[in-house]
């Protein structure tokens, strides 16, 4: 790749000598599953998940209600669960615990992999701040560099007033445009940075995870449930992804691997009538913590979305206060659809919380600055990984710092 442009000692220092190659996912690419290839993504729209039998979307009829047929539900329990679908394929492992890379420290990961993100802000600003003194036009490239890194308007203009109320025709150089870049980040996120809360008063306290496809909902659960293993809680996992026995599959190599129990049910099976179990099984054993996988769905299909919302009423007809937290997972490479997900997952799913994952390696980790800023909703974890360990609660600070490419 040609340099245009002698790398400044602050990117020498990073090891940053040249402008990382961005391939740019189209804006509608919703699916952004690594190993999904083009076709599955358009099996999944026409027909539901890759691997799933054709299906007509649910009607209240052909739903059971746990309530008034528990029997039924009983009878769909006591069918082999482990038996997997014909033709659907294995998920691929999930990396064991020991077989993540040698550890570093929680920023450096985060500021790793954030590298392409912050790289990006960084080379182009290097690229915009060539004089010495702040005028219109080089914040009007600035500006158009914060909006194009998924920032969004209000905070590249956020950043670009201060600049010119504190800066302008002053000298300025690049490290004075990063700190504000990272104060204002951090100044939009500090606010929903947010734990997620496990009220010990709810008992059991149902997650319920939803998301799109391949968004990270399943190796989410089984991040999650190893932590809550580790505070010594114990916790029950659903496998809500009904339709494809291979995600079933998935839930339990989790579930193995930290010696949880897994309620399943075969393929095709109503997922209401699973998550009804699960809270009822919890309920009666003293299980501190129900954590819910649901299949992943598109946004736009109304008919899985309104699915979603059957199974939130039917988990209420055993605890009415349930679910506890119903956290969309965001994938992170996905860009600006991910502002539509969060809206319509929470319009039907009364989403609580986000939790962003494949923050490791993404050129597009600008989108979560606008995320909150335009829903408000708290981020409780991200993830940089695919192993056990990779899940984080979420940090603004760490987050500024790592895409303002601060040390
Ligand atoms: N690099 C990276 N990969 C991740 C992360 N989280 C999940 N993945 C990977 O993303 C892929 C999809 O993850 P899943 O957990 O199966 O996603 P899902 O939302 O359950 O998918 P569906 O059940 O198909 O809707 C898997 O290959 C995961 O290993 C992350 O934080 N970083
Ligand atoms: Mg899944």
Redesign the pocket.
């Known amino acids: 790749m040609a340099e245009n442009k002698k790398p400044s000692l602050w990117d020498r220092m990073l090891g940053r000598t040249q402008a990382p190659a961005e391939p740019t996912p189209p804006a509608d690419d919703q699916d952004s ?3 999904a290839p083009p076709e599955m993504q358009v099996e999944w729209v026409e027909k539901g ?1 890759p691997g799933a039998p054709e299906r007509e979307p649910p009607t209240p009829e052909d739903v059971t209600d746990p309530l008034e047929h528990p029997d039924a539900i009983e009878d769909e329990i006591t069918g082999d669960p482990e038996a997997p679908a014909e033709g659907s394929e294995p ?2 492992a ?1 990396p064991a615990p020991g077989q993540a890379e040698k550890p570093r420290n929680w920023f450096q990961r985060l500021s790793d992999g954030l590298k392409r993100s912050s790289d990006n802000l960084s080379n182009s600003i290097g690229a915009i701040f060539t004089k010495r003194r702040l005028d219109e036009a080089t914040l009007q490239d600035l500006e158009d560099t914060l909006i194009a890194a998924d920032l969004g308007i209000d905070t590249a203009m956020a950043i670009t007033d201060r600049l010119r109320a504190e800066k302008f025709d002053k000298d300025i150089s690049t490290d004075d445009v990063r700190e504000v870049l990272a104060a204002e980040v951090e100044s939009v996120l500090g606010p929903v940075a947010e734990p997620l809360a496990i009220d010990p008063g709810k008992k059991p306290f149902v997650i319920l995870m939803v ?1 799109v ?8 659960i089984g991040k999650l449930t190893a932590k809550y293993k580790a505070e010594g809680r114990s916790v029950l996992l659903a496998a809500g ?1 009904t339709f494809r026995a291979a ?1 079933v599959e ?1 839930l339990q190599v989790w579930g193995q691997r930290n010696d949880v129990e897994v309620l399943t049910r075969p393929t095709g099976a109503d997922a209401s009538g699973l998550a009804f179990d699960a809270v009822a099984k919890a309920q009666e054993t003293g299980t501190d913590i129900v954590i819910i996988d649901t ?2 769905r598109l946004q736009n299909r109304s008919e899985l979305m309104d699915e979603l919302e059957k199974i939130i009423r039917v988990i209420k007809k055993r605890d009415a206060t349930a679910p506890h937290a119903t956290l969309l ?1 965001l994938d992170a490479t996905t860009g600006q659809n991910a502002l539509n997900q969060v809206e319509i997952f929470g319009q039907k799913a009364g989403v609580t919380g986000l939790v962003m ?5 993404t050129a597009r980790g600008g989108i979560l600055v606008a995320i909150a800023r335009k829903f408000g909703l708290p981020i409780h974890f991200i ?4 192993s056990i360990g ?1 899940l984080e609660p979420f940090s603004a600070a760490d987050f500024a710092r790592a895409i303002a490419g601060r040390e």
């Open positions: 599953r690594d190993a998940h998920e691929p999930p998301g496809n391949g968004s990270g909902k399943t190796t989410t992804d995600a998935q299949a992943g997972t994952t494949k923050l490791d390696g993830g940089v990984g695919e990779d």
